[in-house]
């Protein structure tokens, strides 16, 4: 059974914080790791797909990074806004096997 | 470009009942998938169909769970008897036709299923 793992559970932090979280998985047969967000009655989006060691990818006040041969994935968030405020899931695994972390939610007092 | 669109957002029912949930994919994506996400846990899939054939029902509880996807296009998920244990969100998603774990899946809003 795959294992993938969020840490942490949840996040709270003030308006202008900058956050990160953690995605970690089993290195084997990696192949790819995607990172969305679930707003509160909204659909899942899709943030970033990672495929290679070293990716690092950046959108906006987000950015991600990717390391394959220990097995994790930090999302960054700087300077954290109120509409920041969701619940951010990855989902990867073996080969063409992927599996959705339990996710991190996120908090942003104004 | 129109998202994912999903059909009732809310339902509840009584156990023992019978559900039915409807998810129309973005135009031109092959593969769709129905998952299942209890409250604290990350959404499981329960099957994935390439087309109209099934490329992956391993978690679906087949003595009361169905899917179809008649035509390639949309699809529904059933639940007969529902369980107050398949109280959760049910997320369905699509993607471009290839299906492999690179590509990216757009989701619909959901259905949240209570069961009393």
Known sequence: ?110 | EAGVAQSPRYKIIEKRQSVAFWCNPISGHATLYWYQQILGQGPKLLIQFQNNGVVDDSQLPKDRFSAERLKGVDSTLKIQPAKLEDSAVYLCASSLVRALPTDTQYFGPGTRLTVL
């Open chain 1, 1 to 110: 059974i795959l294992n993938v793992e969020q840490s942490p559970q949840s996040l709270h932090v003030q308006e202008g914080d900058s956050t990160n979280f953690t995605c970690s998985f089993p290195s084997s047969n990696f192949y790819a790791l995607h990172w969305y967000r679930w707003e509160t009655a909204k659909s899942p989006e899709a943030l970033f797909v990672m495929t290679l060691n070293g990716d690092e990818k950046k959108k906006g006040r987000i950015s991600a990074t990717l390391n394959t041969k220990e097995g994790y994935s930090y999302l960054y968030i700087k300077g954290s806004q109120p509409e920041d405020s969701a619940t951010y899931l990855c989902l990867t695994g073996n080969g063409n096997k992927l599996v959705f972390g339990a996710g991190t939610i996120l908090r942003v007092k104004s």
